[in-house]
Structures are given as structure tokens and as C-alpha cells.
């Protein structure tokens, strides 16, 4: 079947078959096109909620379809292809945070929402990398933990040095595997090309960033700026979305190493299997457990809205 027929059958089965695709901003081009919904992992889970199909297909990674489960506990929520994990939201154990709080009962734990169901359950407020500056600085306590992203916690702690910003361990591998010595040579390669970096880079790499943001920031900066050159350090497929995007500019990868296989292993036949078939893995959480992770998720909503 050719690319163009299988999409038209995928549109016409998700009618057929009462299902909204939402696919994360880092899939492939083919995806992107017949998804319903696109975007970060965060606004993925919060249009869902809006949307009025019973069946949702998440395109991306499992802690995404369980975030869409939280916040749509009526709906039937499934993983386009169920390999497809996060190993950054596998990094911290929830037994290592329950005992950091029993030992730093003064603490407030503020977890990224690229975290597994079981780790927001033990957490106290979520942040996407867009909107952590402004949740953690509206947080009341001082004294915050910072889960599991170091190189994003480090970034909001030097935003906000009246805070006291703990980090742990964890990292995204492929963001984190960016070296400063990479971000020298891409910029001496391409001198009239601004460095737009994602926070979850490492400290030095962000210091040479004319621009720090998440990836619909970097995305709305090239959409508003007038520059014509851009080296991209975030994954690689939003170097190709703007390159389609913006044909008569350039944009550079900052390093091969940015391509999260992960995000990259939900194909066009999984979707179109999971609605022909019907059989695909259906998100299903504990509604104990689903209850405690949705609260930190609906405390970052309320502090971001004010
Ligand atoms: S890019 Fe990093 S944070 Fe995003 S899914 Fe891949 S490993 Fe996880």
C-alpha cells in the first residue's frame, strides 16, 4: 500500500471508528498528517480531555498515553506502539522519592511531566518545560526537589536563584549527550545561525544558546524571528518540521545524536493496524494510583493559569 492510500484509509477508519490521533510534535511527517491533535506532551493530554470521541490513539511515548488516561478517565486511551518508553521517566524509582520526603519533610517535589503515573503519584506539582519557570516560582515553599530532568532543573534554578533547587540523577540520554565541544563546532561551522537549545541540554551547552526553550518555544521563536539560519538543539525531527516548514531557510542539526529512538519507533502501518484491527495496547491504570498522579498535574494547571 503506498503512504498517501494508507493515510486516507487511516482517516477514514478513525471516523468509522470513533478515535482522535494524537501524535507527539517529534513523530514522523506522515503521522503529523492525518494526527488530529499535535504537540508537546503536555497540550497532547489537555486537548484530549476536550475532544469528544471515545477512542484515543497516542502516537509517542507510554508516560503521554498514561498522562491522557489521567485526564480522560472515560475514554479508551492507546499507545501506537507499545516498545515505545521513556527511559528519562524510568530513572527515578517512586520508593526513593517517598523516603527523600520522609527525610526532607520541608521539601515541595516538583516532577516533570515526563515521568511514569507512579512517580506524579508521589510528587507534589507537575511542569512541562514550558511553563516549570512560572509554576515553581509561584510554589509558596522555598525548598524544592526537582525530578528527574538535572539539566532542566538546573536551568529553572539559575532562572530563579531565590529558590532552593535540588536536582537528582536523572537526564534525557539523548539531550544530555550533547557536548559543549559539539555546540562550538556547529556554531564555528554555521557562524550566522542562532543556537536555539532545549533545556534539558546540558549547562554548558546552554550557555552558548542565544535562545533556551521548549519545543514549541523553539518552534514559536523561528516562526516570529527574522533570521534565516537556525542550528536546533533539540530532537532532530524538529529540525526536518522546520526545514518543510521553512524551505528557504536553513536549519542545522546540532548533533546526529539528538533522534530519540523511542519517539521514532510508532510507524504509520502501527496506527493503521490499531484501527483496523482494533487490537492495540490499551492504556489501563489503577484508579487509586491515577487519582494521586492527576493531582500534581491539576496543581501545575491552576498555578500556570494565574
Ligand atoms: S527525547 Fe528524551 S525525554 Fe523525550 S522521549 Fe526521548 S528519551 Fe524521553
Do not use: W
Not at 137 to 154: A, R, T, V
Not at 257 to 283: F, H, P, Q, S, W
Request: proline share 5%; hydrophobic share 35%.
Amino acid at each position: 500500500m503506498k503512504i498517501r492510500e494508507m493515510q486516507d484509509e487511516i482517516i477514514r477508519l478513525k471516523k468509522e471508528k470513533d478515535f482522535c490521533i494524537l501524535a507527539h510534535s517529534y513523530m514522523s511527517p506522515e503521522i503529523l498528517e492525518i494526527a488530529d491533535i499535535c504537540g508537546d506532551s503536555f497540550k497532547l493530554s489537555e486537548e484530549a480531555a476536550k475532544v469528544k470521541n471515545k477512542n484515543l490513539l497516542l502516537c509517542g511515548v507510554r508516560f503521554m498515553a498514561e498522562g491522557a488516561k489521567m485526564l480522560s478517565p472515560d475514554k479508551n486511551v492507546y499507545l501506537s506502539n507499545p516498545e515505545a518508553g521513556c527511559p528519562m521517566a524510568e530513572q527515578i524509582m517512586p520508593e526513593e522519592i517517598i523516603s527523600f520526603k520522609k527525610a526532607h519533610p520541608d521539601y515541595t517535589v516538583v516532577a516533570y511531566v515526563n515521568t511514569t503515573a507512579a512517580l506524579k503519584a508521589v510528587s507534589d506539582v507537575c511542569v512541562t518545560s514550558s511553563s516549570a519557570e512560572k509554576v515553581v516560582s509561584l510554589i509558596e515553599n522555598d525548598n524544592i526537589l526537582f525530578i528527574p530532568d538535572k539539566n532542566l532543573g538546573s536551568y529553572i534554578a539559575s532562572k530563579l536563584p531565590n529558590k532552593n533547587i535540588k536536582v537528582l540523577d536523572g537526564c534525557c540520554p539523548r539531550h544530555n549527550g550533547v557536548t559543549k565541544s559539539e555546540a562550538v563546532s556547529a556554531k564555528t561551522r554555521h557562524p550566522n545561525a542562532l543556537l536555539l537549545a532545549h533545556p534539558e541540554c546540558r549547562p554548558e551547552v546552554l550557555e552558548l544558546a542565544d535562545y533556551i526553550g521548549s519545543t514549541s518555544g523553539i518552534i514559536n521563536y523561528v516562526r516570529n524571528s527574522n533570521h534565516n539560519e537556525f542550528i536546533i538543539g533539540t530532537d532532530n525531527s524538529i529540525t526536518e518540521y522546520l526545514q518543510l516548514e521553512y524551505p528557504v531557510r536553513k536549519f542545522y542539526q546540532l548533533s546526529e545524536k539528538l533522534a530519540c529512538r523511542n519517539m521514532r519507533l510508532t510507524t504509520l502501518v502501527d496506527v493503521y493496524n490499531i484501527l483496523r484491527t482494533g487490537e492495540g495496547e490499551k492504556i489501563e491504570l489503577d484508579p487509586e494510583l491515577s487519582e494521586k498522579a492527576k493531582k500534581p498535574i491539576e496543581k501545575m494547571i491552576e498555578l500556570n493559569r494565574r
